[in-house]
């Protein structure tokens, strides 16, 4: 992973209070891409134990969040859709891998692809992205 894409992805996560309160980890990043990953625990399933569609649209958001702001410019969503095709539940470990399949001026356009262990692919997402046109505040990397 580029220096700028490292840092970009770990002040961006670094920050999210949200991601970490669901437990999500930050497995991998670079230019354009990241995956993030989280354990279903038992107080993330509906009334029929299955895992709430909400929080699997978070954790899409939450990889596609990273992976857009690998450039050092802070970046925000402009608009996603999801399509869920399986069911998650309890105790079901997912990874999500965001990848960037356009990028034009200010706007961004990437894909999200959720599997759980086994392989299984549970949903698809498309994020929209937008930048601010501002930097990212990151700390100076230190001398070397």
Known sequence: MTDLARRGAEVMFGQDRASKALGMELEEAGPGRAVVAMTVRDDMVNGYDLLHGGLLATLCDTAFSVACN?????????GFDITFLEASHAGDRLRAHAVERARRGR??????TVT???G???AEFRGRSRSL?????????PER
């Open 116 to 118: 759980r262990a086994d």
């Open 120 to 122: 299984v692919v549970l």
């Open 133 to 141: 046109g501002r930097p990212i505040d990151m700390p100076a990397t």
């Open 107 to 112: 706007s961004g356009l990437y894909d999200v």
């Open 70 to 78: 690998t450039y050092g410019e802070i970046t925000v969503a402009a």
